[in-house]
């Protein structure tokens, strides 16, 4: 019998790697870098012994970020599925979406643009109304709007999401810390990766074992999908499901 094929399904910034500021460790080992080329995000040697446990295992990053904030990803590579955009597109190796994801990808897509226009208009209004240093705008991957990316302090980032969540109420407003994300049903990280799950059991001859590692309440999901979950300490995860009675949240 073949041995089974591992395939970890990652969530990246702050499961795997994060800013200078949130490493609680080191030396540190750069793992992501800004526009420029200026390293932005890091490992801990804490993630770089994950990392070499790993390393039998296919990774496949299950990521907010779009493809071109993916590719300023150098540590882990990825060489199998890639899944960007809180799951809203589902590419190959070659970084090209797959063809059994694209057709209702784009339907979705055409139906939700008006939307997240409109929401995105209305969060810019309430940044300005309530004067709150916040940033917003539309992401797009590969050219296809996928949803609305929020950034700031973490306390005006919760006013503005009970604010704004009464004009989302068919979508799902995610927050963690400085970010909060405005998606619509078609981003999606479980679907993504149940259906990479579907594409990959079509072509193995063992049945693959899947680990899933994520951070944030978001992340439950697709986590819930795989054989064995990690989660990082101090991550959202472990403060909402793992708190001790009576510490402060």
């Not at 019998?1 to 790697?17: C, G, R």
């Not at 990392?51 to 296919?58: D, H, P, R, V």
């Not at 990803?73 to 590419?91: E, M, Q």
Request: charged share 20%.
């Amino acid at each position: 019998m073949s041995p089974q094929p591992i395939f970890a399904f990652v969530d990246l910034d702050d499961s795997l790697l994060q800013t200078r500021e949130k490493c609680r460790q080191a030396p540190l080992t750069e793992a992501a870098y800004d526009r420029t080329g200026a390293p932005l995000s890091f490992h801990t040697p804490a993630q770089i012994a994950l990392l070499e446990l790993l390393q039998g295992a296919s990774l496949i990053p299950v990521t907010g970020r779009n493809l071109r904030a993916l590719r300023q990803v150098r540590s882990p590579r990825f060489s199998s599925y890639r899944i960007t955009s809180h799951g809203a597109l589902v590419l190959g190796p070659d970084e090209d979406l797959l063809p059994s994801w694209r057709a209702g990808l784009h339907h979705q897509a055409s139906e939700w643009a008006g939307p997240l226009a409109e929401v995105a208009a209305i969060a810019d209004e309430l940044i300005a109304t309530e004067r709150l240093a916040l940033r917003s705008r539309v992401i797009d991957d590969l050219g296809i709007p996928v949803y609305v990316s929020i950034k700031g302090p973490p306390v005006e980032l919760s006013l503005l999401a009970e604010r704004i969540a009464p004009h989302w109420g068919t979508g799902v407003v995610h927050s963690n810390d400085k970010n909060l994300a405005l998606l619509p049903p078609f981003a999606d990280k479980a679907a993504a990766v149940r259906h990479v799950m579907a594409e990959i059991e079509d072509t193995v001859e063992a049945p693959p074992v899947y680990i899933g590692i994520g951070d944030s309440l978001t992340d439950l999901p697709f986590l819930r999908l795989c054989h064995f979950a990690l989660v990082p300490q101090h991550s959202q995860i472990q403060a909402q499901a793992w708190a001790e009675p009576g510490a402060p949240g």
